[in-house]
């Protein structure tokens, strides 16, 4: 497969997606978008109050990203978007649009044929433990602790086909970071 033009670096919430995306954006000057930045306000409103989302809430959404993503991808620019991704339909979603089939996300009943994004899926692994034990230390964020359960149960693993590779979360940032930019260069 050639190079990617897009890295999605996926995980439950607390895995370190926002970290090592932010980072890996500076060292490779690719453009970084977190996809938590895109979440309606019924969304941000609804995890704040423990309630997780579901398909209806999480479509929308990510067909705004896929939009974004597709648009500067066909422009040239390189991008990483941290985003949960925790089903294999999401991830569908943010390659080729709704229903995992290259048309465009938007109401108006153009089916826009879209090129499918190159992309390289990060997937950050690890235990309940650790990833609990990460969030209770983290502050200002909408995002609940509690949530994590229901994460990790939505959470289903990119396998084959899909361009992948895992990491674990016990790895330290600067290691993670490597490895991807080597995966990358492969
Ligand atoms: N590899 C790592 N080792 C140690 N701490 C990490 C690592 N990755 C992330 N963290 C810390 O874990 C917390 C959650 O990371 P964050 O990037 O906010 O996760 P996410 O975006 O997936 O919710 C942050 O406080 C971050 O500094
Ligand atoms: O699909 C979801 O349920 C949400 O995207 C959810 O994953 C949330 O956005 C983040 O998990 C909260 O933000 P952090 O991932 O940064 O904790």
């Not at 897009?6 to 060292?27: E, F, I, N, R, Y």
């Not at 925790?86 to 108006?108: F, M």
């Not at 433990?129 to 289903?156: A, C, N, W, Y």
Request: contains cysteine; neutral net charge.
């Amino acid at each position: 497969m050639a190079a990617p033009s897009a890295l999605l670096v996926m995980g439950v919430s607390g895995s370190g997606k926002s970290t090592v995306g932010t980072l890996l954006a500076s060292q490779l000057g690719w453009k970084f978008y977190d996809a938590d930045d895109y979440h309606p306000e019924e969304n941000r409103m609804k995890m704040g109050k423990g309630i997780p989302l579901n398909d209806q809430d999480r479509i929308p959404w990510l067909c705004n990203l896929h939009d974004i993503l597709q648009r500067d991808v066909a422009s040239g620019q390189h991008v990483i978007l941290a985003c949960s991704a925790l089903k294999k339909v999401y991830r569908d979603i943010l390659i080729q649009g709704k229903n995992g089939a290259p048309l465009k996300c938007d109401e108006s009943g153009k089916e826009e044929k879209l090129a499918e994004v190159k992309l390289l899926v990060v997937h950050l692994t690890g235990s309940f433990e650790v990833i609990s034990g990460r969030l209770l230390k983290r502050k200002g964020h909408f995002m609940s602790p509690e949530l994590l359960q229901s994460q990790f149960d939505t959470l289903e693993p990119p396998s084959a086909p899909e361009n992948f590779i895992q990491i674990s979360v016990d790895k330290n940032l600067s290691e993670i970071i490597a490895t991807i930019i080597e995966t990358k260069m492969k």
